[in-house]
């Protein structure tokens, strides 16, 4: 249930969630604001903006930096923490330019010198996806 989902991360479920959720949920790519908008054109931007902040800082979804500069969104496991441990490879698809979550495929312990702390890490791969090739 949608619903739930938002419920276990401590969201109020509102309209807008609800859709932007369902969204997100039937969506097998990350997605960013500009998607959400075409798919919105009655929904203010700033709207959608703030939805997706909320569900960013609850950690019901992560943000992708593919390097393309667009922020793209996706759903987050269930267990999730968002902590360096539990973020995954994302792959960017370089003829349809959607990326997609490797969640199989963890990111490699990092290692820093004594006195670094990592907060965040990423990995993107770049090449050709399945439904492309
Ligand atoms: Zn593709
Ligand atoms: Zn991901």
Same mark, same amino acid.
């Given at each position: 249930m949608l619903e739930d989902k938002l419920e276990n991360r401590a969201i109020k479920p509102t309209t807008m969630r609800l859709l932007v959720l369902k969204e997100l949920v039937e969506s097998s790519t990350a997605i960013n604001l500009k998607l959400l908008e075409a798919k919105f054109e009655r929904a203010d931007r700033t709207t959608l903006f703030r939805t997706l902040k909320t569900f960013e800082e609850k950690k019901l979804i992560h943000s992708v930096d593919? +390097?393309? +500069?667009s922020v793209k969104y996706s759903l987050c496991t269930?267990?999730?923490?968002?902590k360096p441990q539990d973020q995954h490879v994302h792959f960017y698809c370089e003829k349809c330019e959607e990326t997609f979550c490797l969640t199989q495929s963890q990111i490699p312990e990092s290692q820093v010198p004594v006195g670094f702390n990592v907060s965040s890490a990423s990995m993107v791969y770049k090449g050709v996806c399945a439904n492309c090739s």
């Open positions: 593919d +390097g393309t +500069g269930d267990s999730c923490a968002c």
